[in-house]
């Protein structure tokens, strides 16, 4: 079961960067809709079975995903899978998707499946932006070193690292 707040974080986003690896160009990224995310972080996308990044995943299935919206980021790596579940794809087909498949019994159509092993997430919105930007600010002019930001994740609201 995925945190709570990172389920929350990436049911809100409708679209994500999808990262995987090509054997002749190395690491790709292209703009995926997320079909579905379940309460164990799993997330699912659509895609054609003879697009390029099918075979990218048959030659790697470790995969990443990011996400962005305003001050809220999610940075995700898993385990692709290329599902033919026809029962799941009728399950989250979405009308919008008739611009590229003729409908939820294409056969063209695959699921992407990526379990999600890790991920981290910063959320910066709302009064939690104001106080990161009090701590970076008060950082840059203080020569206390006690002030200053590192990598180290808190694990708090705003960002925290999630082992699933």
Same mark, same amino acid.
């Given at each position: 079961? *995925? +945190?709570? %707040?990172?389920?929350? $974080? ?5 679209? !994500?960067? /999808? ?56 940075? *995700? +790596?898993? %385990?692709?899978?290329? $599902?033919?579940d026809r029962k799941k794809i !009728?399950? /989250? ?23 999600v092993d890790e991920a981290e ?44």
């Open positions: 079961m *995925a +945190s709570k %707040k990172l389920l929350d $974080l990436l049911k809100g986003y409708s679209n !994500a960067m /999808l990262c995987t690896h090509s054997p002749s160009i190395g690491i790709r990224a292209r703009p995926m809709h997320i079909a579905n995310v379940e309460e164990s972080g799993t997330v699912h996308f659509v895609t054609a079975a003879d697009s390029p990044k099918v075979a990218e995943i048959r030659y790697d299935g470790d995969v990443g995903i990011t996400c962005q919206s305003g001050q809220c980021y999610v940075s *995700a +790596s898993g %385990k692709a899978k290329l $599902l033919e !009728a399950e /989250l087909y979405q009308k919008p998707w008739d611009a590229w498949f003729e409908g939820k019994d294409d056969p063209n159509i695959l699921l992407i499946r990526v379990e997430y910063w959320d910066y919105s709302g009064t939690k932006g104001i106080r990161y930007l009090w701590k970076a600010t008060k950082a840059a002019v203080s020569d206390d070193p006690k002030d200053k930001l590192d990598d180290k994740c808190p694990n708090n609201d705003a960002h925290a690292k999630v082992h699933l």
